[in-house]
């Protein structure tokens, strides 16, 4: 039986709004890194530690409350200048916030979170008394041997079951009263008492700070459950309603100029209210639906907010300064694009610190400031939003990108040599391809750009990247608002119409059986000196020509352009996609109703193309 038999929607309520408070907390702690004597953020991050407190006290999740009364503890004497700022103390809140965001992790599989790590409480104890440094190796216990076997400094002799919490020395802390002292143990590593730190030294990985296993070598954990909820401002709710009202109104309007038509009156008044009205109607569907897609919009700085602790984490991990700078956060893009998007992003921010940042050694001889710049950044222009991420590093050079491409066997020499520079970068997302020789917790396995390419196209998304060598790279996504609605070619096939996004079309052309010619065995076109490959849309899906195909919508899609063969083709429409129950057809994705009520089944171009077949000139005109 779960931990909170009844009080599943206090949960769910809770972890979304304490998930977003400890987003907002770590980006202020990384804001803190850079100005620690600054009183408000220090202010704005108890209160954030204070509201999840309450939150987990309601929750009964006393483990939770714990970690944070203790953390709320320590910047209460930050705030109160009882402490100073430093960056071994700074290590030790990030830990703490580490290790909240795992218990919220527990929380979301409906379980009461387990006590933090002990090398963790032993550190925050001795930070709230000044000794943030001064505390033994933490040794990982093995899972047959008691805690006790390797006492932390500040622990009690005989703790309870379940229980690493110093209680005697928290009542002390709370009520003012002496601070028991612990028996001193056998080796004690001594270091510095904390000081303020204005202009902190080039910063290098902590070496014994136990951090949650999450913290620096991937993103937050979420939910197993995907978020079902979504908030919406009430003033979008109330244009919607003000919307739905103006309908029944013209409904009401239309219905009764129809009785009238019935009955005989048909005259030419009656005849132009209803086209009025009509009209009417179709502004107002027009308004409401986009109005109903605004309330599925949410601004992205909730996604954005995540990856300053990410950045921060990594670089001190890598022992290099990098500052991640957000811009555009208040561009909006649907709900469910932004879930989907996380992924992606976590690579490509782990990627612009890991691969595009020089050490700081390298920086240094390149004349480069010590703090390197990540930008990520969003905007939107006309009905697409663009995420940019760049970096201010050492930048790609497509000849050494090629070379590595051809020695991991991504590709052969033969092709590698026929690709220009930007062909080249585009290498950078195929499986299997890393620039880094060995395999480390962070890279090296050349999986992650692949997964940034593959779940940008799932949302009909594209991905550029341009490079400068010495001046670093930016990678542009380009997706479409939202997901809801796509905008399509629609074409026909044996008297069969079929849709393709619209974001792969570039144009339409006529096929001319003299102007097809065969290259390597397959059929192909000259359009503007480019040779392109035809793909008959007959053979993709399976299906039998009728007859040869008279016209080729050309596209670009997976970093290739092709001809597309088709019978002809209806126009430009915009879709609501709805799945086929119960049946998959290959390479098609759902279907929708026409203007005239016909069925349009939408194609899954990816899927088609991952096991095309090359078409010959016979192949093509085998009807005509």
């Known amino acids: 039986m779960s931990d909170f038999a009844g009080m599943e929607e206090l949960l769910q309520d809770f972890l979304m709004e304490a998930g977003e408070l400890l987003s907002q907390v770590d980006n202020k702690l990384v804001e803190l890194e850079k100005r620690p004597g600054d009183k408000e953020l220090l202010n704005d991050i108890f209160r954030g530690f204070h509201t999840i407190k309450g939150g987990a006290g309601f929750l009964n999740a006393e483990n939770l409350v714990a970690l944070c009364h203790r953390t709320e503890n320590l910047f209460d004497k930050l705030r109160n200048l009882e402490l100073k700022l430093s960056p071994e103390l700074m290590d030790i809140i990030m830990a703490a916030t580490g290790s909240v965001r795992d218990m919220f992790g527990a929380l979301a599989q409906a379980s009461q979170p387990q006590a933090a790590d002990s090398a963790l409480i032993a550190r925050l104890e001795a930070a709230l008394h000044g000794q943030p440094a001064a505390v033994p190796k933490p040794v990982a216990p093995s899972p047959a041997v008691a805690p006790a076997a390797a006492p932390a400094p500040i622990a009690p002799a005989a703790p309870a079951a379940g229980d690493d919490i110093n209680w005697d020395v928290l009542h002390a802390v709370l009520t003012g009263a002496p601070i028991p002292q612990p028996a001193a143990p056998a080796v004690v590593e001594t270091a510095p008492a904390p000081v303020q730190a204005s202009a902190p030294p080039r910063p290098a990985p902590p070496q014994d700070l136990p951090m949650p296993s999450r913290a620096a070598s991937s993103p937050p954990p979420q939910n ?70 605004k309330t599925r919009m ?13 950045a921060r984490d990594l670089a001190r991990q ?45 920086r240094e001889a390149a004349h480069k400031p010590a703090k390197a710049i990540v930008t990520l950044s969003a905007s939107q222009m006309g009905d697409h939003i663009y995420i940019e991420i760049s970096d201010d590093g050492k930048g790609m050079r497509p000849d050494v990108i090629r070379r590595k491409a051809v020695e991991k066997g991504v590709i052969d020499a033969e092709a590698a040599n026929g690709l220009d520079d930007r062909q080249s970068l585009h290498l950078v997302f195929l499986p299997g391809f890393s620039t880094k020789d060995e395999i480390s917790s962070v890279s090296g396995r050349g999986v992650g750009m692949d997964v940034v390419r593959t779940n940008i196209n799932k949302l009909n998304g594209k991905i550029d990247v341009v490079s400068v060598p010495g001046q670093g790279s930016t990678f542009t996504i380009s997706l479409p608002l939202t997901l809801a609605i796509l905008p399509v070619l629609v ?32 059929a192909t076109m000259v359009v503007r000196e480019e040779v392109l490959p035809i793909r008959s849309l ?24 092709f001809i597309l063969a088709v019978d002809g083709f209806v126009g430009r429409d915009d879709v609501v996609i709805k799945p086929l129950s119960d049946i998959k057809p290959k390479g098609i994705a759902g279907a929708t109703l026409s203007g005239d009520g016909s069925i349009v089944l939408v194609l899954d171009m990816e899927e088609l193309l991952s096991n095309v077949q090359a078409d010959t000139p016979m192949s093509l005109f085998a009807k005509a």
Request: hydrophobic fraction near 40%.
């Open 224 to 293: 197993l459950q995907k978020e079902t909820t979504i908030r919406i401002d009430t003033v979008r709710l109330d244009q919607v309603l003000n919307l739905s009202g103006e309908i029944g109104l013209t409904k009401n309007r239309i219905a009764n100029l129809k009785s009238q038509i019935v009955h005989g009156k048909i005259d030419q008044e009656t005849l132009k209210a209803l086209d009025i009205a009509v009209s009417q109607l179709d502004l107002l569907v027009s308004d409401l639906q986009n109005a109903v897609m």
């Open 298 to 310: 949410q601004p992205i700085g909730r996604l954005f907010q995540k990856y300053p602790r990410l």
């Open 318 to 362: 890598l022992g290099k300064d990098v500052e991640l700078v957000l811009s555009g956060e208040e561009t909006e893009l649907d709900k469910t694009m932004i879930e989907d998007l996380n992924d992606p992003l976590v690579h490509l921010v782990r990627n612009a610190v890991d691969h595009g940042i020089e050490s700081p050694e390298e």
């Open 491 to 522: 074409v026909r096939l044996n008297n069969q119409s079929f849709a393709v996004p619209l974001s792969m079309v570039r144009e339409i052309i006529p096929i001319k059986p003299k102007e097809v010619q065969r290259v390597s065995g397959r």
């Open 538 to 561: 007959a053979r993709m899906i399976g299906w039998e020509a009728q007859h040869a195909p008279a016209f080729g919508v050309l596209m670009h899609a997976a970093e290739t352009t």
